[in-house]
């Protein structure tokens, strides 16, 4: 991928974002009738007041025609911010992240379609309204039954035409919703990693991404691995006495919540936003903040236990030029299998920088089941090559 091409894309991803409410998490229960609900995603720069413009839901129920089943004309989300809409049992994860709540008990099934209208605008659709699938829209894993499922990373605007293949926008996160950590993830904004840190006494705390589990930095200095185009929420426990700043070696402030002055903090591609008071550090990896920030040491804690942020950027700036650890991959295009001349583990990225595949020991990839397009293809070293699926 060229500069210019990742430029355009870019642009592009922030103009389709502009105006959307959408649906970003949605629940059908595996046991009895709840729990069974919605989260909407106000994907724009405006807070909504529901008492002037009111968000309706329809419902289309098996295959007819959709019509009002809850109306919200109070309260007031805020800008890229989500609320949720379902039985009670869902209340707690609007409690726990400090989002709007509307009390719905909703009866829909895996096969009733889903519109969300806003001021009587249609801004997302939820499966086909018109059409019963049978029990469920279902597809590559991801069903609209007995599921709570997601918005897939990238995602940024409604579909307004409605699918047939769930797994065009969302993924499974649960299949037993009704059970424990079942309704995992409402409540929070899509496309956010959220990283906790707890920074309590004297010692200082480090994130290992990839594992997800909290070690002592200054016992074994894990390192901290980075995607580009990812959007991260690093909440600071105890933060007062203890915030956390990303510097580089000669101790130059990139990012941090004690001084939103770092290098970065007015850089439009980085969406900065930092709070000193709730300990919530939130940031977009743009290229320009990775190409920096990749090998600087982050420092949480005013002494020296520092730990090594590792960034993973798809560009094609990153392409190995040493022979001993590039890789080749043939025939390009390819409709099927995928040849590679060394032995090894690799994973398989779409243009959004999505993980799509990963397998393991292996010189041969059967892609036929991917969608045709230019896909990167990365080894364990790091190194990156780019086929086409046809």
């Not at 994130?207 to 959007?231: C, H, M, P, Y």
């Not at 105890?238 to 070696?249: C, Q, T, V, W």
């Amino acid at each position: 991928m060229n500069k210019n091409y990742l430029i355009t894309l870019l642009f592009c991803l922030t103009v389709v974002s502009a105006n959307a409410q959408i649906i970003s998490q949605y629940v059908e229960t595996d046991a009895g009738t709840s729990p069974k609900g919605i989260e909407i995603w106000n994907n724009t720069a405006a807070s909504i007041d529901f008492s002037v413009t009111n968000l309706v839901i329809e419902k289309g129920t098996n295959g007819n025609a959709p019509s009002e089943d809850v109306t919200v004309d109070s309260g007031v989300l805020a800008a890229d911010d989500v609320m949720i809409i379902g039985t009670t049992d869902l209340q707690t994860a609007a409690t726990a992240n400090n989002v709007l709540y509307v009390d719905k008990p909703f009866t829909f099934n895996g096969n009733d379609a889903l519109v969300v209208k806003l001021d009587g605008v249609t801004t997302d659709v939820f499966g086909m309204p018109g059409s019963d699938p049978g029990n469920s829209w279902s597809a590559n894993g991801v069903a609209t039954e007995d599921s709570n499922i997601g918005l897939l990373d990238g995602i940024s605007n409604g579909n307004t035409t409605g699918f047939t293949d769930p797994s065009t926008r969302f993924a499974t996160i649960s299949t037993a919703p009704s059970g424990a950590n079942g309704l995992v993830g409402f409540g929070k904004k899509p496309n956010l990693i959220n990283i906790d840190l707890n920074n309590s006494g004297a010692s200082a705390y480090f994130v290992d991404q990839q594992s997800a589990t909290i070690t002592a930095l200054n016992t074994d200095n894990s390192d901290w691995t980075l995607e580009v185009g990812k959007r991260y929420l690093i909440d600071v426990l105890n933060s007062g006495s203890h915030p956390l700043m990303i510097r580089d070696e000669n101790d130059n402030l990139l990012l941090g919540m004690a001084n939103a002055d770092g290098s970065f903090s007015t850089d439009t591609e980085v969406s900065f936003i930092t709070d000193q008071a709730t300990g919530q550090f939130d940031f977009t990896l743009s290229n320009s903040l990775a190409q920096v920030i990749n090998n600087y040491a982050c420092q949480i804690h005013v002494s020296s236990m520092n730990g090594l942020i590792n960034v993973t950027n798809l560009s094609t700036d990153d392409f190995a030029t040493n022979e001993k650890e590039a890789f080749k991959v043939y025939p390009n295009p390819t409709s099927k299998i995928l040849n590679l001349n060394q032995m090894d583990n690799y994973q398989i990225y779409n243009l959004n920088g999505q993980l799509i595949k990963s397998v393991n020991s292996t010189d041969k990839i059967n892609v036929n089941d991917l969608a045709n397009g230019i896909y990167y293809l990365k080894n364990s070293k790091g190194t990156t090559n780019s086929f086409i699926k046809k």
